[in-house]
Each structure stands twice: as C-alpha cells, then as structure tokens.
C-alpha cells in the first residue's frame, strides 16, 4: 500500500486538506478488464453524470466517499491505468502520475449580502466566486495560472481557470441545484491522454 500513499499525495495537490480519502486499489484493477469501455457514471442522487474510457488502454477509476464532516458528497479520481498500476507496483519513492478528478460538494453558502440596510440576491455566478474564494485550498481559486472565464457546461454557468500545482490544472467549477461540482485535471501538455480525455468529459456531463 505504499505507493498508494503517493497516489493520495498526488490527488491532494489538488484539494490541499482533504481527510479521508480511501483509494481502492483493488476497485482500480476490477476496471482495466477490457482495451477501452466507456464507462457511465450516473448518479441522479447527486443530480449529474458523465463518462469517462475505461480499461487498460484507457483510464482506471478510483472512488471515494468523502467524510460524513465535511461539505464533500462524492469523489472520483480516474488515472491512465498504465500509470497507475506502474505506481502500484512501484518499490520506491516516485513522481504521482497526473489523474483527472470530480468532486461533488454541498453548498450551504448564503444566498443573499447584507450591507447596512440593503440586503441584495446574489445570483449564481456571484455565489460560485464567493464559494471559491473561500476555498481556495480545494479550489487554487486565488492562485491561477490564467483569469477564470465563463462558460457553460451542458447548459449550466460555469467557471473555467487553470491553476499551478504538482502539474498544470485545468478547471471547472459549477454551482447548480445547491451543490458545487468541480471538474479538474492535471497535465504536462495539451497533447496529454489526460488533458484531451478531460475535455470529452466535460462534454460528455449532464445535469438533471
């Protein structure tokens, strides 16, 4: 289980704090049975899905529930299975190979700002900074590698950045139905499996 350990360090860059994150080795290697599957992970309880390439040519997934403590319902981190089973079976110390990852988080956030007498609504966009701002050890938020722009994915505000870290970052964060989603993935280049795959992903989210 030691090259694990790495594995988590490597995760955390991204979400500097998190406690209690139980990778499953043996979840990972259940998933890399065929070259390449498209795999759908639905889950109208949380109110999205996506897909991601999964097997031994593609990506191995590891899930994780985040602790009953914290704002964070869901994560999934899905690395190049080649990679990551070089890191498992790794006897020394090494460089944590770049992963994609989503992570689902309750927001419980204020909906409105009071300055003196004069309450004002915030709208989406405005709440999903504040959120960031204020987590910006999950989120590099004040940090980034370029200015966050708006988009939209499937539809649905979103914020798009990149940020620094043990790898390049690129960045989605949405705020929809009262959970925040956020979307990332490291890499070294954007001719990277784990760049050009993210952006299928992003393509591929649907919310309910």
Request: net charge negative; aromatic share 12%; glycine share 6%.
């Amino acid at each position: 289980m030691s090259t694990l350990k790495y594995l988590i360090l490597g995760v955390v860059v991204l979400v500097v704090g998190i406690v209690g994150f139980g990778l499953y080795g043996e979840y990972a290697k259940d998933q890399a049975v065929v070259a390449v599957a498209i795999e759908k992970i639905d889950r109208p309880d949380l109110g999205f899905s996506f897909t991601y390439p999964s097997g031994e040519e593609a990506f191995s997934m590891i899930q994780s529930m985040a602790t009953s403590t914290g704002s964070m319902l869901q994560a999934y981190v899905m690395m190049p299975t080649e990679e990551y089973f070089a890191l498992e079976e790794s006897k020394d110390a090494r460089e944590t190979p770049a992963a994609m990852s989503v992570f689902v988080f309750t927001d419980d956030q204020a909906t409105t700002t009071t300055t003196g007498t004069t309450t004002v609504r915030l709208d989406r966009s405005e709440r999903l900074v504040n959120w960031a701002t204020a987590n910006d050890s999950f989120t590099s938020f004040t940090r980034p590698l370029s200015p966050p722009e708006q988009t939209e994915i499937d539809g649905v505000d979103a914020l798009h950045y990149r940020a620094d870290g043990l790898y390049p970052q690129d960045i989605y964060l949405v705020s929809y139905k009262n959970r925040i989603y956020m979307f990332v993935t490291q890499f070294n280049a954007e001719t990277d499996l784990t760049y050009t795959t993210f952006q299928e992903l992003i393509a591929s989210v649907s919310f309910d």
